[in-house]
């Protein structure tokens, strides 16, 4: 889905708006619960591993996806990723396929069951963890440090899909970013359960070598944690002398990528972007365009996958 968040969400604490929406929230909220607790969940042979999130876009799932499989294939265990599919997210399909094997159908129980057929061991749900029709083995609750719950209320008068409470409910949370306020997430995460696992993420640039620190650069993105990107570049050394944000999961138009072409032109600095941005730009004038690739370092690498092969939530 792509989304442009309403401004207000960010907010430290709820404003106006978020009030005036709060009897639409409860109503979703009941909806969510009746759905939860009546819905049936099917077990299925395959270990399922689901990385997902309760505050909506820019939580590093599918980076932390793509980590969690290169693990396991070193480890010599077949993994694969599964994906809902999301004509709007066919960026991230692309960047899945381009890293393992990916089963996408319009329910996630089919395509568990192709991975199934084909001998998978581990199955990675990139998103999933409000589809309470396949009970995981592992759920991972994805956070990013910047971003962090907003203002947080529920959907729509905030960004999140769950109540931070319902945190009670799960065994492990995955905290992305470059390590701001990691320290007051942490403290308010053991607040509401305080034998949940945190484990911590940071991005780190892979191709640095291939650009020119001394030059100046306008980065775009159309995800959802643009801030955590613009300051992954930065802390490494990159002069950004403007950043553009889009809505995440953004389709670009010729005429976003003129723009943005036409001021790179007047402020003389190159143009760099994200990975999964430059797989949605197809052939629009992008030979001007170079995009930064990344990797989500596992502070607690062994903690975690030892938790995904042995561990049952």
């Not at 978020?18 to 759905?35: A, E, F, K, M």
């Not at 070193?74 to 809902?84: A, G, L, W």
């Not at 034998?195 to 780190?204: F, L, M, P, V």
């Amino acid at each position: 889905m792509s989304l442009k968040k309403p401004k207000f969400w960010d907010y430290k604490r709820p404003n106006i708006y978020s009030y005036v929406l709060w009897p639409l929230t409860i109503i979703i909220q009941i909806i969510n619960l009746i759905r939860a607790r009546f819905k049936k969940q099917k077990k299925f042979n395959i270990r399922s591993v689901c990385v997902g999130n309760i505050y909506i876009g820019g939580t590093g799932k599918t980076s932390l996806s793509i980590k969690i499989n290169e693990i396991l294939s070193k480890k010599k265990i077949r993994s694969c990723f599964i994906k809902k599919s999301y004509i709007s997210q066919i960026d991230e399909q692309k960047l899945l396929a381009s890293r393992g094997k990916l089963f996408s159908a319009k329910k996630r129980s089919e395509a568990l069951i192709e991975a199934e057929k084909d001998n998978y061991q581990i199955a990675i749900f990139d998103d999933g963890l409000q589809d309470y029709s396949i009970k995981y083995d592992v759920s991972l609750v994805c956070f990013n440090n910047l971003n962090w719950i907003g203002n947080g209320m529920t959907i729509p008068s905030g960004p999140l899909r769950e109540s931070l409470n319902n945190l009670k409910n799960y065994n492990h949370v995955f905290l992305n970013g470059n390590s701001e306020n990691l320290s007051n997430v942490t403290s308010a995460i053991l607040n509401v359960n305080p034998t949940i696992n945190i484990h911590i993420g940071k991005y780190i640039p892979l191709n640095l070598k291939d650009f020119n620190l001394n030059d100046n650069y306008l980065a775009f993105s159309g995800i959802g944690n643009h801030e955590t990107f613009i300051s992954m570049i930065k802390d490494n050394g990159m002069n950004v002398v403007k950043d553009i944000k889009f809505s995440d999961h953004y389709n670009f138009k010729i005429k976003d990528i003129n723009k943005i072409l036409d001021l790179s032109k007047q402020l003389n600095c190159k143009i760099i972007t994200t990975e999964k941005d430059y797989l949605r730009l197809e052939n629009d004038n992008i030979d001007q365009i170079r995009y930064i690739k990344t990797e989500l370092h596992i502070v607690d690498e062994d903690k975690l996958i030892n938790a995904i092969i042995q561990s049952n939530d």
